[in-house]
């Protein structure tokens, strides 16, 4: 049984955007009049709820609107503060100067909802479990259009929440691995695949789960863009959680496992690897960042019971040889070879995870920030190129050894009949 249901509805306009009487001013949008006509383009809108009191969500509906096609993807962010922040209008990286800094401090860093390109728009939590909402909560919704559409039509996105009419057991969380949107992702042209690792470290898993919590995974949601053709998860680099093979651009629905649920403590590591082909791009590679033709390695991990403070947990490889990575050089085969493999065997990350919250107002963040090495032990059950590399280098050497071996004995046996032929001419003398 449900009490009445909480409704938040968020509508997009070009000339101007609702949520209940909040009016986004059209001077915003007419001064940001060539972004909107760009190809892809994200609006924000800040909502605050009016509850009193603490509630839990058992699921959500996410209501399309006339141009459901044009949304990319749809994230909805818990803010950490309580003030009344307002906002609508544009914003992700690319406009994160529009935005005012409070918006984009506190509130684009713990995501709760998260939907992409043919998800499902329906979404029940397990039985005993809850997603809390704190009283007077404000959320940001974020959407991202791609493609653009036309001028002065309007897209409606609606989220319809479904209170439990008891507070559940659990608390839902939700967790965010791989790599931040504008990250240090480099794709060669010319290859048919291409690995990129990223990592939630034990040490992030050790720091906030201290040796007592088990979280139960329970849905996963994967994200990438265009180029992208599997996307693995496994814990400790043998325990594979999902392997999304062939992953689908088009079709980014969560991932519900089966009970008994997967379950993560203080002692794993979590390797999520995202496998791309850029055999048709010709002429220049692809970077990391916020439109399809860029790329994206995400998961959204539901889990329960929540971890405070903990709703990153990502990783971003430092690479020796930056200067190699820039698009100013002619491309060819041998060339895309030669930087796939310097990024394969790259062993070094930084690891960020934690949360974005201020303590008391001051300038101290709760977040773990650590540099690894790597070593080649750990990516050798994923690379390709380590694999044939070491293999061709064990033939090498098999080679090497049969031939010493094969000489030893050939050399030997000359000697032998050397000596014979010898003591043949004494004895015939």
């Known amino acids: 049984?449900?009490?009445?249901?909480?409704?938040?509805?968020?509508?997009?306009?070009?000339?101007?955007?609702?949520?209940?009487?909040?009016?986004?001013?059209?001077?915003?949008?007419?001064?940001?009049?060539?972004?909107?006509?760009?190809?892809?383009?994200?609006?924000?809108?800040?909502?605050?709820?009016?509850?009193?009191?603490?509630?839990?969500?058992?699921?959500?509906?996410?209501?399309?609107?006339?141009?459901?096609?044009?949304?990319?993807?749809?994230?909805?962010?818990?803010?950490?503060?309580?003030?009344?922040?307002?906002?609508?209008?544009?914003?992700?990286?690319?406009?994160?100067?529009?935005?005012?800094?409070?918006?984009y401090r506190y509130?684009?860093?713990?995501?709760?909802?998260?939907?992409?390109?043919?998800?499902?728009?329906?979404?029940?939590?397990?039985?005993?479990?809850?997603?809390?909402?704190?009283?007077?909560?404000?959320?940001?919704?974020?959407?991202?259009?791609?493609?653009?559409?036309?001028?002065?039509?309007?897209?409606?996105?609606?989220?319809?929440?479904?209170?439990?009419?008891?507070?559940?057991?659990?608390?839902?969380?939700?967790?965010?691995?791989?790599?931040?949107?504008?990250?240090?992702?480099?794709?060669?042209?010319?290859?048919?695949?291409i690995r990129f690792p990223t990592y939630c470290f034990n040490d992030c898993l050790k720091y906030f789960l201290k040796n007592?919590?088990?979280?139960?995974?329970?849905?996963?949601?994967?994200h990438a863009h265009r180029r992208a053709t599997r996307i693995i998860l496994e814990k400790n680099n043998f325990n594979r959680l999902i392997d999304q093979n062939p992953f689908k651009f088009h079709q980014q629905e969560n991932i519900y496992l089966k009970k008994p649920y997967p379950q993560i403590n203080s002692t794993n590591e979590l390797t999520l690897i995202c496998y791309y082909s850029t055999r048709n791009d010709y002429f220049k590679?692809?970077?990391?960042?916020?439109?399809?033709?860029?790329?994206?390695?995400?998961?959204?991990?539901?889990?329960?019971?929540?971890?405070?403070?903990?709703?990153?947990?990502?990783?971003?490889?430092?690479?020796?040889?930056?200067?190699?990575?820039?698009?100013?050089?002619?491309?060819?085969?041998k060339l895309s070879l030669f930087i796939k493999y310097e990024l394969e065997t790259n062993l070094n990350h930084l690891s960020l995870c934690g949360d974005n919250i201020y303590i008391n107002n001051s300038n101290q963040t709760i977040r773990h920030k650590k540099f690894y090495q790597r070593s080649m032990q750990n990516i050798a059950p994923y690379s390709y190129i380590y694999i044939h590399f070491f293999s061709l280098f064990y033939i090498i050497l098999i080679f090497i050894l049969i031939s010493t071996i094969y000489c030893y004995f050939l050399a030997k046996r000359s000697l032998h009949s050397f000596s014979n032929g010898g003591t043949l001419s004494r004895s015939t003398n």
């Open 1 to 103: 049984m449900f009490l009445p249901i909480h409704l938040i509805s968020v509508s997009f306009f070009f000339e101007y955007v609702l949520s209940e009487d909040i009016l986004l001013p059209s001077f915003i949008m007419n001064n940001q009049s060539l972004s909107i006509l760009s190809s892809s383009f994200y609006l924000c809108h800040l909502h605050q709820l009016k509850n009193s009191k603490d509630f839990f969500l058992q699921g959500y509906n996410i209501i399309s609107g006339k141009h459901t096609g044009n949304v990319h993807h749809l994230l909805l962010y818990e803010c950490s503060i309580k003030d009344n922040l307002i906002y609508s209008g544009l914003c992700g990286i690319y406009n994160a100067r529009l935005m005012p800094p409070s918006v």
């Open 107 to 193: 509130c684009q860093t713990r995501i709760i909802i998260a939907w992409a390109q043919g998800g499902q728009l329906n979404y029940d939590y397990p039985i005993d479990t809850g997603l809390k909402m704190d009283s007077y909560t404000q959320l940001l919704l974020e959407v991202h259009f791609e493609p653009s559409i036309p001028y002065n039509h309007s897209i409606g996105i609606h989220l319809r929440f479904y209170p439990a009419d008891k507070k559940p057991q659990y608390e839902i969380g939700v967790l965010t691995l791989g790599t931040l949107a504008h990250s240090p992702l480099f794709l060669p042209p010319h290859l048919d695949t």
């Open 212 to 222: 007592q919590y088990v979280i139960n995974i329970f849905s996963i949601l994967v």
């Open 285 to 333: 590679p692809i970077y990391g960042g916020y439109n399809s033709n860029d790329e994206m390695c995400q998961a959204f991990l539901y889990y329960y019971p929540k971890i405070e403070s903990f709703p990153l947990c990502l990783s971003l490889p430092v690479y020796k040889n930056k200067h190699l990575l820039n698009n100013n050089q002619t491309w060819t085969n």
